[in-house]
């Protein structure tokens, strides 16, 4: 087993010293933020149980976040990872962000950078080595149509400014997000965690094809309709992700765009049953955002049906003159975990009774923001349960449905058990996070297509 | 620029180099962002001991073919250099466009931005290839929302492509401003589009969306041969559709085509330095071509074009659209409505969803105009629409002439593993289809 600890110990030293050079070097007036996510990833990807491509990423970004005269202006760039070689380069930033913000109007909404404080939490991870990785994972899914991405390696983002504040986040951990294919069947598994085990992967690739194994019975040919419908915790989590597109958000509601408008106004209420909060205790990802504000450790969205809260950001409290709950500018949660509930998963098939049992869901989207329309396909295992028993697989169904509706009054229940949902996202680079969700029955919910 | 006060301003310096490396038949990669002798010898290294290892379990056996031995150079035509154009400038004219949003108290939110990126790709091989891109691209963006109750509807206008300064002109920013605040406004008082089934007509802002979800996926050859089914998904296309398959009516002809001047994925090299040609992808209705790299033209056996390409340094090369164009047919816009007699005009993309396979979509669109006997009645709101590929196609009855075509395109282009988010242009006249299933939100 292999570590990738030196990455994450030279770039705590470089950040550092990298800081203090440009802080050093501030103006009277002038002030700085610097943000450091960086990454040591190995990438492969699985076609056929056969590799694909493989991409090792070393990658560095720094973000000097810039407030002089009223003025805000930041600017990115990839570093080397040598402080002799970057600090002249981050000083022309330094002098570049003095420039633009001299031409720029003034921001009435400026938020002033302050000291939000310190934390520091690394967290080391064993991977295979490289030349066993490709036998650890192809081995035990011999015979299977395996396609799929593992990532693993360090992940890291950390957060100092001017006025002291300083704080350390990082990760070494893999992913393996893949599916096993049966023609055109597919079930859908995730591997991850922080110390590769071969037992455990061989176990959770069984468990996989157990259920690529149930869509080998007949295909039930159902029409658009209305249905009782059980969404497991993965396709729990993709409502979820489509949800947190604006669904949350204090400065979407206040420029038009929130989907849940009407539940903020009073006009609206979801079911009693559902509980949305952020929970950052999870130790997904870090609490500071990348302003280095620091988030209460939970946080109440929904509860009961009833909005308790928006995430807001600094910038929209100034904006609206509502408080800060140290939100990131986008306003999405970015640790949710919704409440679970009372229904045994063991016996979800007899609470379904007689509808779909969904594993997956696709490509979501907001259809109407007004009524909180969501449209999105069923994907992988979803199944017609016919009198408490599988019947057999479904072909891909479009939905379309009113959140008002799915998680109001046609919300029969969730699971006592929920899943955690780890980030598998890798644009630009690795996602750190993950979501915590149980199942969800809904009753009458809407097909289209 | 968002209610006349600046929103955010932000530059992003991103420079590295992509390692390839060929060893018994598998290309491997290794990005770094260190640009030093020992940085890049480290990523080598990594590219080498990572490849070794996983060409044992490889795909498929590739040789240097695959990796043309090209020479050249593309920069994008602009009038006027964007380093030229000052912050000062483009800032003045989205204050502009800011300011000529302001026409009622209803609209509650305004925003103008504008996004300029300057890239430089240098692409070396010891097959001998070096090749040298430069672009040069613009992308400009207004929205205007208008509220009323719990009621809001946005408008919003597009402009990108590969231009330089000249596109910076305070006179464009305040007409097109002004015009999609006006249509906000509309909005906010039209009725709900009707439901059933009509004849439909997109403009070139909706066809872009529907050529690039149900014709540019479906087509990439990587999907067909299943390196996307744990991501985007698969295709519906079969490799034995190609030359075959009625994809739509015989008024659709569509291109590959990276040699449009000013469109968003023009270039004239892809990232394996195959040199980028337009090809047809569908003729007179019938589908011919692929969207398939070198590697995937050898591993499938089909005809492709020159789409290797990387959204930036860290991430390897895919098949990906470049620019996918409808191209223009004999049909001016008042010959296009004259045609419909019970149906919704549909204008900018808002909403999108397609299937696994591609077939099953959804769109919605901001703005929509309902017509009866050939004439405009009337605006309508929240116009939505869906169907199954190929069958839609099939339903194409009208194309727009030249004179009507827009280029247009999207710098997010999602696909990969790891995810990739990359620029593509498409040019679409005007299209008119028969029968389709429409409807409206819903109160």
């Known amino acids: 087993m292999t570590h990738k600890s030196e990455f994450t110990h030279h770039l705590r030293r470089y950040f550092q010293r990298a800081s203090e050079a440009l802080f050093k070097e501030l103006r009277s007036g002038e002030e700085l933020t610097l943000s450091l996510k960086a990454e040591d990833q190995l990438y492969v990807r699985f076609n056929g149980n056969l590799v694909r491509q493989n991409t090792n990423v070393e990658q560095i970004n720094l973000t000097l976040g810039y407030q002089g005269g009223g003025r805000t202006v930041s600017q990115s760039t990839t570093v080397s990872g040598n402080a002799d070689r970057d600090i002249p380069h981050l000083l022309h930033l330094l002098n570049a962000c003095r420039e633009e913000a001299r031409v720029l109007p003034s921001d009435p909404y400026q938020v002033p950078f302050q000291n939000n404080g310190e934390s520091y939490n690394e967290f080391q991870g064993e991977l295979p080595p490289v030349d066993q990785l490709f036998d650890e994972i192809t081995a035990p899914a011999a015979g299977l149509d395996l396609a799929g991405l593992f990532a693993g ?35 859908k598994g995730v591997y991850a965690g922080a110390q590769w085990n071969s037992t455990d992967w061989a176990a959770n690739l069984a468990r996989t094809r157990e259920q690529l194994q149930l869509l080998s019975l007949p295909q039930q040919n159902i029409k658009p309709g209305r249905y009782r419908t059980y969404l497991a915790p993965g396709a729990v989590s993709e ?27 009073g006009e609206a209420k979801l079911s009693p049953l559902f509980t949305l909060k952020e929970n950052f205790s999870l130790g997904l990802c870090p609490r500071f955002n990348s302003m280095g504000e620091v988030a209460p450790e939970t946080l109440t969205l929904i509860e009961n049906g009833e909005l308790r809260e928006f995430l807001v950001s600094s910038k929209t409290a100034k904006e609206y003159g509502l408080k800060s709950n140290a939100a990131e500018r986008s306003e999405s949660p970015r640790s949710p975990e919704i409440a679970a509930g009372s229904i045994d998963e063991k016996q979800i098939l007899r609470e379904i009774g007689t509808g779909l049992y969904l594993s997956n869901l696709h490509y979501l ?68 996070g993950g979501v915590r969700v149980p199942g969800m029955l809904i009753d009458d919910f809407t097909f289209t297509l | 620029m968002r209610l006349d006060r600046p929103d955010r301003n932000h530059t992003d310096l991103d420079q590295g180099a992509m390692i390839e490396v060929l060893i018994d038949g598998h290309f491997g990669y290794a990005g770094t962002a260190d640009l030093s002798a020992e940085g890049l010898k480290r990523a080598l290294d990594r590219a080498i001991e990572a490849t070794r290892a996983a060409s044992k379990k490889r795909v498929f056996r590739f040789t240097t073919e695959e990796r043309p031995n090209a020479r050249g150079e593309y920069r994008s035509i602009r009038q006027k250099n964007l380093d030229e154009t000052s912050l000062a400038e483009i800032t003045d004219c989205l204050m502009a466009a800011s300011k000529a949003m302001s026409i009622s108290d209803t609209i509650a939110n305004r925003v103008a931005s504008a996004m300029i990126i300057q890239t430089q790709t240098d692409f070396f091989s010891t097959s001998g290839a070096e090749i040298r891109q430069n672009f040069d691209l613009v992308n400009i963006d207004f929205a205007a929302t208008a509220v009323r109750g719990s009621e ?20 464009f920013f305040v007409a097109e401003a002004e015009r999609t605040a006006k249509e906000a406004l509309e909005l906010i008082e039209a009725e709900n589009c009707p439901e059933g089934k009509f004849d439909l007509l997109l403009y070139p802002d909706q066809m872009i969306l529907q050529i690039h979800e149900s014709i540019g996926h479906p087509l990439e050859i990587d999907r067909i041969l299943g390196d996307e089914r744990n991501y985007a998904g698969w295709s519906f296309v079969k490799p034995e559709d190609f030359g075959r398959l009625q994809y739509g009516s015989p008024l659709m002809n569509v291109t590959f085509d990276p040699t449009q001047p000013h469109e968003f994925a023009s270039y004239a090299f892809d990232d394996s330095g195959n040199p980028a040609t337009k090809e047809f992808l569908i003729k007179d209705g019938i589908l011919l071509r692929g969207l398939g790299s070198l590697e995937s033209q050898r591993r499938s056996q089909l005809l492709g074009v020159a789409n290797y390409r990387s959204s930036s340094w860290n991430r390897a090369p895919i098949d990906r659209m470049a620019n996918i164009n409808l191209e223009p047919g004999a049909l001016s816009l008042e010959e296009l409505v004259s045609q419909m007699k019970r149906g919704v005009i549909m204008k900018t993309n808002r909403s999108w969803s397609i299937d696994d396979y591609r077939n099953k979509f959804q769109f919605g669109c901001e703005y929509g105009q309902w017509v009866e006997d050939g004439r405009i009645v009337k605006t309508v709101k929240n116009p939505n629409y869906r169907g199954i590929t190929v069958d839609f196609w099939n339903r194409l009855v009208g194309v727009g002439n030249a004179d009507l075509v827009e280029t247009l395109g999207s710098p997010y282009c999602g696909k990969g593993e790891p995810n990739q988010v990359i620029r593509v242009g498409h040019s679409s006249p005007p299209c008119l289809f028969r029968e389709v299933e429409v409807f409206g939100g819903h109160a």
Not at chain 1, 244 to 251: T, V
Not at chain 2, 155 to 170: H, L
């Open chain 1, 365 to 432: 989207n907001w259809s109407d923001h007004m009524s909180a329309r969501i449209t999105g396909m069923t994907r992988y295992a979803c199944f017609w349960v016919e009198n408490g028993e599988i019947a057999g697989p479904i072909k891909d169904l479009r939905f379309d449905e009113s959140m008002y509706e799915a998680l109001g009054s046609k919300l029969v229940g969730l699971t006592s058990t929920s899943e955690i949902e780890p980030a598998v996202g890798t644009y630009d680079i690795r996602s750190v």
């Open chain 2, 152 to 171: 809001s509807q946005t408008r919003t206008y597009s402009k990108m492509g590969q231009w330089g300064g000249e596109v910076f002109e305070k006179d």
């Open chain 1, 153 to 187: 390696g360090a992940s890291i983002r950390a957060n100092r400014n001017s006025h002291g504040q300083d704080h350390w986040f990082a990760t070494e951990t893999f992913f393996m997000d893949y599916s096993l294919y049966d023609g055109p069947r597919a079930a």
């Open chain 1, 239 to 265: 409502l979820l992700s489509i949800l947190s597109w604006g669904g949350f958000s204090a400065s979407a509601w206040k420029h038009g765009y929130c989907p849940f408008k009407k539940l903020a106004e």
